[in-house]
């Protein structure tokens, strides 16, 4: 493993030119092959007078031969997380043009094949002090803001993962389900594996049963966040081909120990969880092998204190651009043996009407309801400022939802914060959804919230349906759910597939259409995801009633097979 001064120059390395880099749709893409895209890059760049260029590639590959090509030409990159017309708009104001998947207008230069025999590997050394990439906030709590990385910076933090988890790893290959948009993917799927040697996938996963080929053939490592592994499927290959994972990481928020237990249970492995920011780079790691450890291990180098009024965390790191003390948005407390816990974020204070709001203490209230799975609060600017709460219903919630309509839920929820928040500080605008949406890093914005408030009318929340039979106590449907669902917002970015919650919804209230059921819900037995059901996919929807156990059975199929399956039973209200 070279060390952090050899990294900036890991191109000048000898590395064999039949050595697999990467792969991609099944493939292996050599070193030779890669090097050759990076002296593409290099190449279109190099006679453009302008300093710094806005990057966007779906493909990994194809994105680090434009970065590296980019360092080489001497231009800084700018990564956004998305390329959406907002963001592009944003970007005209601080760099000079735009490489790879934006959209016409913006004129992005991408350079043509380039003959891997014609490659020269003449490559400059790179400046460690040179401002190689500027990436951007998460935009959690507001606007995204730009986060400047010298190459110096990013080697180290390499050379930290490689000493740390190195020996882990070994000649795993590096599978992700996060972008390399992002700090979090760009070092553990682009620069962490090209340093070091090891291969890795050129297109992220979007949906983990996508694993299953991939360890079938050779070890990996998989790259994931708190947002996929919340949300693993029952998929049987997946479970038998996970032998082949040498190790699970995450990262973009702790992970629940309930999700460390069925990440264990599916994958074989307990997740390695990373702490850190964009601004930060990692902090500090754990792994939890049970209930009651939460300790946080500092990386080597990393200097961490406690601000002595607040409890927040203040860190010293190689990582950062000096060795001043940087505050952290997050509380902490000594664990014993240099290691710490952390005691949850600092609260968003907003100031409302002249008083003093904590936001997160209105979404911590929130989610003491047993009406509610999850939450989030901003504050609308404005002529007069208003709080907006996002809101993912229990089943039980969606139950009153149902059964009694939005405005009793509302009043609910609002009855429960008063409690303990101003009146200036209850929400007046809310909104149910099946996920809150999140970006390719796994959390929710204030943009994407935002966007969802000017969405509330025209979106489809209803599927596309006709009764193909209907035979006493059977009914069979087609049923399409259109690409503008509402339910697809944030389920997921890129890769839209339909809620199995959604999917029970339609099921239920295609039940009571045709049959007479009880109105309450009950539960529901052996209920089975096998197949995700993307936008305008013709799925067949088999409904039996069984009046005499208060029961429906379902199973949804389509041409590639069954999605989903189970019984929904019902009783009367006063059972």
Known sequence: MPDAVQLLNLLTLARPPGQTAARRSGSAVSSGEFLARVCAWRNLLAGNLRKSFALFMEDGLEFAGALFGAWQAGKTIFLPGDNLPATCVALSQSVGGFLGQFAAEWSPAVPGPQDVEDAAHDFRPLDPEFVGVVLYTSGTTGAAQPIFKKLGQLAREVATLEKQFGSLVGDAEILTTVSHQHIYGLLFQILWPLGAGRAFYSRTCDFLEELSPALSERDCVLVSSPAHLKRLPENRDLTRSANRLRAVFSSGGPLQFDVVQETLRVLGHVPIEVYGSSETGGIAWRRQQDEKSEEWTPFDGVAWQMDGETGVLEIRSPNLPDDRWFTTADRAEPAGAGLFRLKG?????????????????????????????????????????????????????????????????????????????????VPRIWRYLEVLPVNPQGKATQTQLVALL?????????????????????????????????????????????????????????????????????????????????????????????????????????????HASGRIIFGAKDD
Not at 353 to 369: V, Y
Not at 543 to 551: D, M
């Open 345 to 425: 974020r600092v609260d968003r204070i907003a100031k409302i009407e002249g008083k003093r709001i904590s936001l997160n203490a209105i979404e911590s209230q929130l989610k003491t309801s047993p009406l509610v799975t999850d939450a989030r609060v901003i504050v609308l600017e404005g002529k007069r400022q208003r709080v907006a709460a996002f809101i993912v219903p229990s089943e039980l919630g969606r139950c009153r939802l149902m059964d009694s309509g939005k405005l009793s839920l509302n009043r609910s929820l609002r009855d429960l914060i008063r409690q303990s928040v101003e009146a200036v500080g």
């Open 454 to 562: 000017g969405a509330e009318s025209p979106r489809e929340i209803k599927p596309r349906h006709r009764l193909l039979e209907r035979d006493g106590g059977r009914a069979v449907l087609e049923l399409i759910a259109p690409r503008d669902l509402r339910y697809f917002d944030g389920h997921f970015p890129g890769r839209p597939i339909l809620a199995g919650v959604v999917q029970i919804d339609w099921v239920i209230a295609f039940g009571r259409r045709y049959f007479d059921l009880p109105p309450s819900f009950r539960g529901i037995h052996a209920l089975k995801f096998q197949r995700v059901i993307p936008p305008e996919l013709p799925v067949r929807v088999e409904l039996i009633h069984e009046p005499a156990k208060c029961a429906l059975s379902f199973k949804i199929t389509s041409d590639t097979g069954t």
